[in-house]
Antibody, heavy 118, light 110 residues
Framework: EVQLVESGGGLVQPGGSLRLSCAVS????????MDWVRQAPGKGLEWVGH??????????HYAASVKGRFTISRDDTKNSLYLQMNSLKTEDTAVYYC?????????WGQGTLVTVSS | QAGLTQPPSVSKGLRQTATLTCTGN????????AAWLQQYQGHPPKFLFN???NRPSGISERFSASRSGNTASLTITGLQPEDEADYYC???????????FGGGTKLTVL
């Protein structure tokens, strides 16, 4: 059974940092692209970025809104995906989801809430 | 970043057919296709169709997906109360090197 479990969310002040984790199981992690997607309260889905799999050299791409502030990484030995978020802004407040990408985002975690507020 | 265009809301009667649209351009939907997600309030999105219009096991056959040019469509036949949800499309944009989402369509079953 495929499972994705996010952790690391919480309350952080503007300008602060936070690192989210996504632990996966049930599939060969290194074979897949993995995405981060966020959803602000009452809003739609917004792509944050992704990392490709081993076959594509773990390339990363980011949304313009987070480029230069957020970094996606992965550890295939631990079946884990990470999102390092720096210089956080109030508009980064959202539920953050990790998702597996396979011709679409086919498996999602339950999400972790990040609140950026003073 | 430019996203895909979805109507904010669609309302249809019980047992009727709803067709939800998702419009992009030749850099995304027109060449990459579109995937579809269903989301109930307070829950994570659920995968309905991949960009090749393939439905995973467990998704009702009342749901189907198609594409014509730069517009993708999700059709739901025999609407049921449990179909009332938000529906999102997504695609890869080759010019932006980014995944793009539609703003979502809230489907109401009357």
């Amino acid at each position: 059974e495929v499972q994705l479990v996010e952790s690391g969310g919480g309350l952080v002040q503007p300008g602060g940092s936070l690192r989210l984790s996504c632990a996966v199981s049930g599939f060969t992690f290194s074979d897949y692209y993995m995405d981060w997607v966020r959803q602000a309260p009452g809003k739609g889905l917004e792509w944050v970025g992704h990392t490709t799999g081993k076959a594509d050299s773990y390339t990363t791409h980011y949304a313009a809104s987070v480029k230069g502030r957020f970094t996606i990484s992965r550890d295939d030995t631990k079946n884990s995906l990470y999102l390092q978020m720096n210089s956080l802004k109030t508009e980064d407040t959202a539920v953050y989801y990790c998702a597996r990408a396979d011709f679409g985002l086919d498996y999602w975690g339950q999400g972790t809430l990040v609140t950026v507020s003073s | 970043q430019a996203g895909l265009t979805q109507p904010p809301s669609v309302s249809k009667g019980l047992r009727q057919t709803a067709t939800l649209t998702c419009t992009g351009n030749s850099n995304n939907v027109g060449t990459q296709g579109a995937a579809w997600l269903q989301q109930y309030q307070g829950h994570p999105p659920k995968f309905l169709f991949n960009r090749n219009n393939n439905r995973p096991s467990g998704i009702s056959e009342r749901f189907s997906a198609s594409r014509s040019g730069n517009t993708a469509s999700l059709t739901i036949t025999g609407l049921q109360p449990e179909d009332e949800a938000d529906y999102y499309c997504s695609s890869w944009d080759s010019s932006l090197s980014a995944r793009v989402f539609g703003g979502g369509t809230k489907l109401t079953v009357l």
